[in-house]
């Protein structure tokens, strides 16, 4: 199958094209802003809307390019835009064009009002707590930041272990946007099958809050139609540095649906409909499942929307619908 000649359907009409790992925040000025990897891997795009839906039509503005050599200049992966503490942060992931798989976080941060025309500078590699010794030193990537109970926590992806390498996800509480001030903890690992098709995988978290809990949904296997969405939750109260506040499903909440034609679900993140009256979510997924050479450079990963619901005994539920956004 080839992208020409997919079956559409109702299920699976894309808010942007060609846009993976996309990242949606709704600011005080209500604005939504997005940002995503494109197809390239060479640069950080930013649009702005007062609508979920009017994304799709806005202007895209280039605030940052890769570096022509050394690090950040290579697989410009997964950046998110954050407002913390008066100012913007994007996090992201970058190679080096002479180790193009040394992937490591990075951090920009704008001072201004605007982050579409205001002035980024780099603030560098993220850096880990005094006395970490293992955070960051292999491949990292997929950093999300989240708030709980007034304190900030930073959730990444790193691959650990000898010959074929395991990526788990690990939690951290943040000094600054750009330090951790704790040593990693050890969030989850891909225990199941379904986490381990083609690679052992578990990447791409993104936090949502809930009638007193908080859900971490996150990316399983490898990119192609086996890539799934798993959830990790805890009770907002808890000790969320302590392994043993969080459970895991043991199933994924979102995978491939043959019949409505999406394919390799993932990397979203949340965001609230206009009126705050809907929790959504943003993710990306294919139309088609057969790829011709590396899933990771076919460009179709498009960017998908969905309300998330709620279960009587406040679980999500996540379940494909028409793109409906008026």
Same mark, same amino acid.
């Not at 603030?123 to 010794?133: F, N, W």
């Given at each position: 199958?080839?992208?020409?000649?997919?079956? $559409?359907?109702?299920?699976?009409?894309?808010?942007?094209?060609? #846009?993976?790992?996309?990242?949606?925040?709704?600011?005080?000025?209500?604005?939504?802003?997005?940002?995503?990897?494109?197809?390239?891997?060479? $640069?950080?795009?930013?649009r702005k809307s007062k609508s979920i839906k009017g994304l799709?039509?806005?202007?895209?503005?280039?605030?940052? +390019?890769?570096?022509?050599?050394?690090?950040?200049?290579?697989?410009?992966?997964?950046?998110?835009i954050h407002f913390i503490a008066g100012a913007w942060y994007i996090y992201f992931a970058a190679g080096r064009s002479e180790q193009i798989w040394h992937i490591r976080p990075y951090?920009?941060?704008? +001072?201004?009002?605007d982050p579409l025309t205001g002035e980024w500078r780099e603030?560098? $590699?993220?850096?880990?707590?005094?006395?970490?010794?293992f955070s960051f030193r292999a491949f990292s990537l997929d950093a999300t930041v989240f708030e709980n109970e007034g304190t900030y926590y930073?959730?990444?992806?790193?691959?650990?272990?000898?010959? +074929?390498?395991?990526?788990?996800?690990y939690i951290a509480e943040l000094e600054t946007p750009w330090k951790l001030k704790t040593i990693q903890v050890l969030l989850t690992t891909p225990d199941y099958d379904w986490e381990r098709v083609g690679y052992w995988v578990n990447e791409g978290p993104s936090a949502i809050k809930h009638d007193g809990k908080i859900f971490i949904?996150?990316?399983?296997?490898?990119?192609?139609?086996?890539?799934?969405?798993?959830?990790?939750?805890?009770?907002?109260?808890s000790d969320l540095l302590d392994p043993r506040s969080w459970t895991k499903l043991r199933k994924p909440v979102l995978e491939t649906d043959e019949e409505k034609g999406i394919y390799g679900p993932g990397h979203n993140s949340f965001t609230t409909s206009e009126d705050g009256s809907k929790d959504i979510m943003i993710y990306h997924a294919r139309?088609?499942?057969?790829?011709?050479?590396?899933?990771?450079?076919?460009?179709? #990963?498009?960017?998908?929307?969905?309300?998330?619901?709620?279960?009587?005994?406040?679980?999500?539920?996540?379940?494909?619908?028409?793109?409906?956004?008026d």
């Open positions: 199958m080839t992208y020409e000649n997919f079956k $559409k359907t109702e299920y699976n009409q894309p808010l942007l094209e060609q #846009r993976a790992d996309p990242y949606v925040y709704k600011h005080l000025d209500g604005y939504y802003y997005f940002t995503a990897s494109v197809p390239e891997y060479d $640069k950080i795009i930013l799709a039509e806005a202007d895209e503005v280039v605030i940052w +390019k890769k570096h022509d050599s050394g690090d950040m200049s290579q697989n410009i992966w997964a950046p998110e951090v920009l941060e704008c +001072k201004d009002s603030l560098g $590699k993220m850096q880990c707590a005094d006395g970490d010794e930073y959730i990444w992806a790193e691959k650990v272990g000898v010959g +074929k390498m395991i990526s788990n996800l949904t996150y990316s399983a296997s490898a990119t192609g139609a086996c890539y799934c969405i798993g959830l990790l939750y805890a009770d907002i109260n139309q088609y499942d057969e790829i011709v050479g590396d899933s990771l450079f076919d460009p179709n #990963r498009h960017t998908m929307v969905m309300e998330v619901k709620w279960s009587e005994n406040g679980m999500p539920i996540f379940d494909y619908q028409k793109l409906s956004l």
